[in-house]
């Protein structure tokens, strides 16, 4: 009955929650905690190797910002300002209103004449993503061809998406009245028409390539073997938690900038759910139901009068 209800929740809808909501507090002891067995049905079906995903290469980004600025275009984000010092990270962390960004590491020269490496930062799209492992609704899921997708009106706010992802990817709009979780998805919707993403698109050194993930493995392993004195022997996102559709050379090391080198191997999903197995089912219910009235809250609530005051309305 446990992995019944789990498989069914990847499709539920708002609309089907709040029916679902009004059970009584017995039945909310009753919804189980996630399993193992439970897990396929958050995973990608395809191979790791038929998936697409982007090679960035660090000794190729000048730092321009162009696939910062295209990214923003696309998603209809708020424009980067005109004017921004050198070598400086904008926004300084990724955010609900940011799915890229590049970031600037100091990792040589003089104090007068400092070195720096830039590095594009966004969502990973894990092989197996953690995000859409906990989801308890499906409103992430892992395509076929690779990207890590959102559906908003299957989202109940729970945020257990930002909790388990390794690389603090999801972001929650915080001011929003009807919040969402807001994360680079690779361009989904332009992959699907046969189009490279907006940032790969907008790259004018060649920094950023996309294609098959094992096309591009094999791709960064001669780039590195040709060129030894040039590249770090490694690439990033290879094994990380399972493997990533987004990978990184180097000529520094990653730790250097800003890439965690500590991960495991093991896929997120395997930990993160051997966690929420130690959560009672009350306490998911409990923050699910929570989650529900949270959104039900805010669908009903009045329409704001967006018309300017009269002069007698403000008296």
């Known amino acids: 009955m446990g992995d019944e209800w789990i498989m069914n929740t990847a499709h539920i809808t708002r609309r089907d929650f ?10 909310l002891a009753a919804i189980p905690a996630f399993d193992n067995v439970a897990l396929a049905d958050f995973l990608g079906s395809e191979k790791a190797a ?9 000794t190729k980004c000048i730092g321009c910002r162009q696939c910062q600025v295209a990214c923003q275009q696309k998603n209809n984000l708020p424009p980067l300002p005109e004017k921004l010092p050198a070598q400086e990270t904008y926004p300084a962390q990724l955010s609900a ?6 970031e600037f590491y100091k990792t040589g020269g003089a104090a007068d004449a400092p070195v720096f490496t830039s590095i594009k930062r966004q969502c990973m799209h894990c092989i197996e993503p953690a995000c859409a492992a906990v989801c308890p609704v499906g409103a992430l899921v892992k395509t076929p061809q690779g990207p890590v997708t959102y559906d908003a009106e299957k989202c109940l706010g729970c945020r257990y998406c930002m909790a388990a992802c390794p690389f603090n990817v999801p972001k929650f709009e915080w001011a929003s009245s009807n919040p969402r979780i807001r994360k680079c998805d690779m361009c989904a919707d332009r992959i699907a028409q046969g189009e490279l993403p907006a940032c790969v698109g907008a790259c004018p050194t060649g920094a950023l390539t996309f294609g098959a993930r094992q096309a591009l493995i094999t791709q960064a392993q001669t780039r590195i073997r040709n060129n030894p004195d040039q590249y770090v022997p490694y690439i990033y996102g290879l094994s990380q938690v399972g493997g990533a559709g987004i990978l990184y050379l180097a000529n520094v090391p990653f730790d250097q900038i800003g890439l965690n080198m500590n991960l ?11 966690v929420m197995e130690k959560v009672p089912g009350i306490a998911i219910g409990v923050a699910l139901l929570a989650g ?16 300017p005051e009269s002069e007698d309305a403000r008296a």
């Open 18 to 27: 709040l029916k679902w909501s009004g059970a009584s507090a017995l039945a």
């Open 50 to 58: 038929e998936q697409f995903g982007i090679l960035i290469d660090t």
């Open 97 to 102: 209103d940011a799915f890229t960004h590049i």
């Open 264 to 274: 495991p191997e093991t896929p997120a999903p395997e930990y993160t759910i051997q």
């Open 292 to 307: 529900g009235v949270a959104w039900w809250r805010k669908r009903h609530a009045p329409a704001k009068n967006t018309a």
